[in-house]
């Protein structure tokens, strides 16, 4: 796998719950052998939020998580718990640099309470996990998959994301160099 040093850095992106991100760099640490740590939680900016769409420009985002890079990152994951989109789409799970440091997961749309659904704890983590490993993936120079059970398969809808594994297929793995 790219570089030999450097952890994880998980960047909270207005509040996020310290169990999740602990689960969440626990998990992280597994399937990609790198320590984590979390940052200090920052604020979502205001000049991101667009109110007719009730949602934040993850472009914007995105770009103010590049300001949390620092010596013995090896990459930076930000978690925002609000609805995002970028141009051209009209949400986004998350965004990733293609072979940049830097990812952004978005949970409001993961929660099933979002659309309309009982709270599904362990669903919603499931859901966290598989989105935060396929940006990891990006910044690592993955592109989608065409495998729909591997993590970096594209999901345009929940179901797509329910559907895969958060695992990268043996073709995305042995591109990590990751034994299978």
């Known amino acids: ?3 030999s040093s450097g952890s994880l850095l998980l960047v909270p992106l207005g509040a996020a719950e310290p169990d999740l991100l ?19 939680e920052r604020p979502l900016p205001a000049e991101s939020y667009f109110p007719h769409r009730q949602q934040y420009l993850s472009d914007h985002l995105l770009a103010r998580l590049r300001q949390a890079d620092a010596p013995g990152v090896w990459r930076g994951l930000g978690i925002a718990d609000a609805d995002l989109y970028t141009p ?5 799970f998350g ?10 997961v978005a949970l409001a749309r993961l929660r099933p309470a979002f659309h309309g659904q009982p709270e599904d704890e362990a669903l919603f983590r499931g859901r966290v996990l598989k989105e935060a490993m396929h940006e990891l993936g990006h910044t690592l120079g993955l ?4 495998d729909g059970n591997c993590v970096m398969h594209f999901s345009n809808t929940l179901a797509d994301a329910d559907f895969k594994r958060a695992r990268f297929c043996s073709r995305c793995g042995r591109r990590l160099g990751m034994a299978p």
């Open 1 to 3: 796998m790219e570089g």
């Open 22 to 40: 602990r689960w969440l760099g626990e998990r992280l640490e597994e399937a990609f052998g790198r320590s984590w740590k979390v940052a200090e």
């Open 88 to 92: 051209g789409l009209n949400f986004v």
């Open 95 to 104: 965004q990733a640099s293609l072979a940049g440091r830097f990812a952004l």
């Open 143 to 146: 592109g989608h998959c065409r």
